[in-house]
């Protein structure tokens, strides 16, 4: 089952690794993680998302709890889920339909130079997954996906 | 507010915590703690022979005193070589400061001379660590180190302080108070949970205690013998908890577990209401779960909430200190004893039909009989340190324990090499008590050298060596499951024990016979010194009942496989 769980912790040293630590001490992946600090505060925010079975998660859920510097972690409710995705493509492509594609995925052109443009998306994790797919006819030779980013409504 | 070194805000530090002893092992990135350690009045520094040991001790000294146990390493191999005292510590709850030295901060990440990743390493195996970044921070860090090792489900805490912050001079400004954002324990159990556990408790036709090492950790052994006594329930205690009700309690069915009783295990299994205080339900306990206490509703009390329901679920989870709860469920609870008659009855019978015996021999000593022995030879007032293995089980079955702390052993990590340090850190808690390490064979050559720091230091600690000549737990197991492959068990080729204690000073004796054991530990208790007792017992007594690993409690073997 896949789960997302938002994580309010001290912004201090080493509090990633404590993290990640329950995690790979339990055999157990995490799909994605992203974390920054949070404006004007000494915390940071991390989404996490991953997945396994209900009982090993609320495990997990207890152990982040449990570490010193956890303030909060939120697992439950209504979240708003967003990811972003950049796509490298050379400038030898036949760029037919791309602009209808960027359009119907809010996606824009990042950056370009004499070989290469770079598009962007930032949407719902199932639309970044099916402008990959879209993305493909164009033969991209870089794709690189940022994490979820959380937010509890 | 004074400005002082690093190295002196630690002295400080501990003497505003109220350390009265730190077991330690000097170097390099540790000098500058160590040079302040000289000059300072307010604590005893006792120099162990392996930082393992170091750990160990101030362990031993922990759960003897109840007080936080504190211990000094430099960086690198003196820091890995701690990492097993601190994982042990970890294992069972026990509150230890342990804090290393590193290489100064401008070296870290070069992989300088004795460096290593230390808050890395020691992560998966203490409570909270720290890596000190600055001098400023440090007086606030000490403080919040002892105030984590020693609140809500106690633990080690390591604090790891480069050599440039040791010598950093800074203001010490200790707090007064602490003031964590995130870390706040739960003390007070939820009220209206407590009331449903009391009327389960009421109601229950077959109830069971089921006493863990919270309750001696939490210091609430009082209460819990005042609830026992109150609804005279039947308890059964883990290895953990052995002593928080005295041995010749009427209500206690002796140990449960992979080696408990057979009553105590029936007990577990048919129970209708199991009443968890401060245990964690460790698989030496619960067998094959699925058959575990498996027509029993369950109520758990326990300070650390990811304890409660992470083995078995919990009917009635109680996050709280076990001294608030229990003076709330004494209040509330009433049990009818007509209610839970036929159910003592019941136990009475499978205590009588299996109790823990063994054929005693006046021809070969047998390890029950020399810690029975023990026991009336050195009379209530001692501590028992154990090592890890039969002998470890065969103290939790046959040694009288009457109080809590006064069994001092591994539990949850099973250290070997854990009873002689942790005896010694137990002296040091308690000089006036007799201290005694039951010890295997096997187990004693992996902190042997500690006998040079009790001999150093006199500390009368004497070691009673069960010797089988056999790395005797897993010698049973290959008996048992491995048709008698002793693959690397034997250790038949031994050293001559009486002249390694003589060669670090203290005394040795051989015993072969029941006079000679019992002339030698009065001998050993009189002479005050640091001792050794090498008792040739039985080499092939099994530690009964077992429960192979995996089976259902109650699927115990009574009888050797001969």
């Known amino acids: ?30 799909d994605t993680l992203t974390v920054a600090p949070i404006p004007e505060t000494n915390l940071s925010r991390l989404s996490i998302v991953t997945v396994g079975d209900e009982k090993v998660l609320e495990q997990i859920v207890k152990q982040l709890h449990k570490l010193i510097p956890t303030y909060k972690v939120i697992e439950t409710g209504e979240f708003v889920e967003k990811e972003m995705a950049l796509v490298k493509i050379p400038l030898s492509e036949n760029f037919g339909g791309l602009d209808a594609i ?6 824009i052109v990042a950056n370009t130079n004499e070989n290469f443009i770079v598009v962007m998306v930032a949407d719902d994790t199932i639309r970044v997954k099916n402008f990959l797919k879209a993305i493909k006819k164009y033969n991209p030779i870089d794709i690189v996906c940022g994490g979820s980013v959380l937010m509890d409504m | ?16 915590e109220g350390v009265e002893i730190v077991f330690g092992y000097p170097g390099g990135a540790a000098l500058n703690i160590y040079d302040e350690t000289y000059k300072q009045k307010y604590f005893k520094h006792i120099l162990v022979r392996h930082e393992q040991a170091a750990v160990h001790a101030a362990d031993g000294y922990a759960r003897a005193s109840g007080k936080v146990g504190v211990a000094f390493v430099t960086s690198g191999p003196g820091f890995t070589n701690a990492v097993t005292g601190l994982a042990t510590a970890y294992s069972d709850s026990i509150p230890i400061v ?12 070069t992989d300088a001379f004795q460096e290593i990743d230390a808050v890395g390493i020691s992560r998966p195996c203490v409570k909270h660590n720290y890596l000190v970044n600055s001098i400023k921070e440090l007086p606030r860090i000490l403080k919040e180190a002892f105030y984590i090792a020693r609140s809500g489900r106690p633990g080690p805490v390591h604090v790891d302080i480069p050599k440039d912050i040791t010598a950093a001079i800074g203001d010490f400004d200790y707090p007064q108070e602490i003031k964590m954002l995130t870390y706040k324990p739960t003390y007070k159990g939820n009220a209206k949970q407590i009331k449903k556990a009391a009327e389960a408790i009421s109601a229950a036709k077959r109830p069971l205690l089921y006493l863990g090492g919270g309750v001696i950790a939490s210091n609430a052994s009082e209460l819990v013998r005042k609830f026992a006594k109150k609804t005279g329930i039947p308890a059964i205690e883990t290895l953990m908890g052995l002593g928080v009700l005295a041995h010749d309690d009427e209500n206690l069915l002796a140990m449960a577990g992979m080696h408990g009783s057979y009553a105590a295990n029936m007990a577990l299994s048919e129970t209708d209401l199991l009443i968890a205080l401060g245990a964690r339900f460790d698989d030496r306990i619960t067998g094959k779960l699925s058959e575990f206490a498996r027509y029993a509703k369950i109520i758990h009390v326990d300070i650390d909430p990811s304890s409660i329901s992470k083995i078995v679920n919990a009917h009635f989870p109680i996050v709280g200190d076990l001294n608030f709860v229990l003076e709330e469920l004494i209040e509330k609870v009433e049990v009818n004893p007509e209610n839970i008659k036929d159910w003592k009855d ?21 390890p029950q009989w020399v810690i029975e022995e023990t026991a009336k030879i050195a009379g209530d007032d001692t501590i028992i340190s154990t090592d890890v293995g039969q002998h470890q089980m065969w103290a939790a079955q046959f040694y009288p324990f009457s109080r809590p702390r006064q069994l001092i052993t591994s539990g949850g990590l099973g250290t070997m090499g854990y009873g002689l340090p942790a005896a010694i850190g137990s002296k040091c808690a308690d000089p006036k008590k007799t201290v005694i390490n039951f010890t295997g064979d096997g187990s004693i050559l992996m902190n042997i050298q500690e006998l040079m720091t009790a001999a150093e230091n006199g500390i009368a600690v004497i070691n009673i060596i069960l010797n089988n000549n056999f790395l005797g737990m897993v010698r049973q197991w290959q008996t048992f499951f491995y048709e008698k492959r002793y693959s690397s068990t034997d250790l038949s080729m031994q050293p001559d ?66």
């Open chain 1, 1 to 30: 089952m896949r789960r997302v769980i938002s994580v309010i912790v001290l912004n201090e040293h080493g509090v990633l690794s404590r993290i990640s630590g329950l995690f790979a001490g339990r055999g157990y992946n995490i």
């Open chain 1, 102 to 107: 960027l359009k119907a995925y809010n996606g």
């Open chain 2, 98 to 109: 342990l804090i290393s030295g590193q290489v100064a901060s401008s070296l870290i990440g």
């Open chain 2, 1 to 16: 507010m004074k400005a002082i070194s690093g190295s002196q805000m630690i002295s400080e530090a501990l003497h505003k």
């Open chain 2, 497 to 562: 024990f009486v002249k390694i204690v003589e060669g670090f000073g203290g005394v040795g004796f051989v015993c072969h016979t029941k006079d000679e054991f019992r002339k030698a530990l009065k001998e050993a208790i009189k002479l005050g010194k640091v001792a050794m007792l090498d008792v040739r017992v039985d080499r092939f007594e099994d530690v009964l009942p077992m429960v192979p690993a995996g089976a259902a409690i109650y699927n115990m073997i009574l009888k050797s496989k001969e």
């Open chain 2, 346 to 366: 019941i136990l009475s019978r499978y205590d009588k039909l299996n109790p823990l015996a063994y054929s005693d021999s006046d021809e070969i000593l047998k």
